[in-house]
């Protein structure tokens, strides 16, 4: 598959108001500058020592958004440019994004990232977890993030049912949740499910971000 026209005919399957994340994970940065060149702004990588050369090498207007598991040793690698981090699994990282951003002045947006997937090997927060991080009036005082909304990969199966079943399912906790709004720094209007297999499902069950690498740059190589 030749990215420069996939990402075309895949935005066009996609409504305006749910933003396309072209994942360049395992990808060189000529093929992400191939893609930027047909207009997309907004890349996703799952490593953070891939992510460092790939921003320091692209255009500055690149928003690049971290979507894989995060060690808390690394998070001040990425804390001066990253523009969203989806994969938030814990209140120790929570806080470490806080400190590493208010090192560089910055307030940090972040998602925290629930378990959906009948997979045990996928990271995430259960409904317990996320309600208890939530809260925890320790997060009071973290001025340098903002929590976002929530993340979630559906297990990884055919079973079209299954899939629609589990992002139903955050979708529901991300309403149930919407009682621990604090404005400015507790907010649940974004949904990040889908990829490139379930993409389709995860928007009509109200994804706001959809997070897609193959579909775009074809498949990555083992
Ligand atoms: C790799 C990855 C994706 C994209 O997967 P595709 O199947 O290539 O679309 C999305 N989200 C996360 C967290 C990933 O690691």
């Not at 030749?2 to 060189?28: C, D, F, H, M, Y």
């Amino acid at each position: 598959m030749e990215g420069k026209n996939n990402i075309r005919e895949l935005r066009a399957t996609i409504p305006a108001n749910v933003k396309l994340i072209a994942v360049s994970k395992t990808q060189p940065p000529e093929r992400v500058l191939e893609v930027y060149r047909f207009g997309q702004r907004c890349f996703g990588e799952n490593k953070v020592q891939e992510l460092v050369p790939k921003y320091q090498a692209l255009p500055k207007d690149i928003e690049w958004h971290m979507i894989g598991h995060l060690q808390t040793n690394k998070v001040k690698y990425i804390a001066p440019f990253v523009s969203l981090i989806h994969s938030v699994d814990s209140l120790k990282l929570l806080q470490e994004i806080n400190k590493q951003a208010q090192r560089y002045g910055r307030v940090i947006p972040v998602l925290l990232q629930i378990h959906i997937a009948s997979e045990e090997t996928k990271f995430g927060l259960s409904q317990t977890e996320v309600e208890e991080i939530l809260k925890n009036p320790v997060i009071d005082n973290l001025n340098h993030v903002k929590i976002s909304g929530l993340m979630g990969m559906a297990t990884l199966t055919d079973d079209a049912a299954k899939i629609r079943e589990e992002f139903k399912g955050l979708r529901l906790l991300s309403e149930k949740l919407k009682r621990f709004t604090v404005p400015g720094r507790i907010e649940m209007h974004e949904l990040s499910m889908g990829m490139s297999h379930d993409y389709v499902i995860a928007i009509e069950e109200g994804s706001t971000m959809v997070r897609i690498g193959s579909a775009i740059f074809g498949e990555r190589k083992p």
